[in-house]
């Protein structure tokens, strides 16, 4: 079995819980040290880190996280439609980010807030959250790291004006969490509530390209003069 790839983070939970076993151990009762060392095996598998198989295909969109579709329908935000996508992180998957599709991180902006359970729609306006916008081939794709019930600190390690590659590992959410995708209305999109997706490597919509939007908003300009 080859060695799956960690969050530092795991390591550093993991050696303080075992170090703390050993007194427990020694001025408790030799039973109470398992507490703490099953802890520390929690941690190290879940800050795993898995490495993933990346679509190639053009205009594809990979999921952000790993976890669960709880919504994939065309909302609108700031007066423009846009196709939005949820998917909800439990405690037993892997929790570290990716980006959705190449391009440049435009804007980074971290909002605080409540600790909702992710799974309440309202968590997505109301909870501590990252808020990204990525843009790339004309297109700009918006991804929002959530905090949960039990997430207190979100990571994102990009800084405004950094190349990102599609499935590029970006940062993490600590916990049960959520990330939500915001992209084109017009987006193919690939996945339905209740799906199953893998950070990186599930592609969600497949985003057509720029030209072919303003050649089609041009055809429609003109179909409407006629």
Do not use: C
């Amino acid at each position: 079995m080859g060695h799956i790839p960690m969050v530092r983070d795991g390591y550093l939970y993991a050696l303080a819980l075992i170090a703390a076993a050993v007194p427990v151990g020694w001025f408790a009762q030799p039973a109470w040290s398992l507490v703490p060392l099953l802890l520390a095996v929690f941690f190290l598998w879940f800050f795993r880190d898995p490495e993933r198989d990346v679509p190639d295909a053009a205009g594809a969109v990979v999921s952000p996280g790993d976890g669960k579709v709880t919504e994939a329908s065309i909302v609108t935000v700031g007066g423009e439609k846009q196709a939005h996508i949820s998917i909800f992180l439990s405690v037993f998957d892997v929790h570290v980010n990716r980006s959705p599709i190449a391009g440049v991180v435009r804007e980074v902006r971290y909002q605080r807030g409540k600790y909702l359970n992710a799974m309440n729609p309202a968590s997505a306006e109301q909870n501590e959250q990252n808020i990204v916008r990525v843009e790339g081939d004309g297109q700009v794709v918006v991804f929002k790291q959530i905090a949960g019930l039990l997430a207190r600190r979100i990571v994102f390690h990009p800084k405004v004006g950094d190349r990102l590659e599609r499935g590029q590992r970006v940062g993490l959410i600590k916990f049960g969490s959520r990330v939500d995708v915001l992209l084109d209305a017009a987006a193919v999109l690939q996945v339905k509530v209740g799906d199953r997706v893998w950070g990186g490597a599930s592609v969600l919509a497949y985003l057509q390209p720029a030209e072919d939007l303003v050649g089609a908003g041009h055809s429609s300009a003109t179909e409407g003069a006629r």
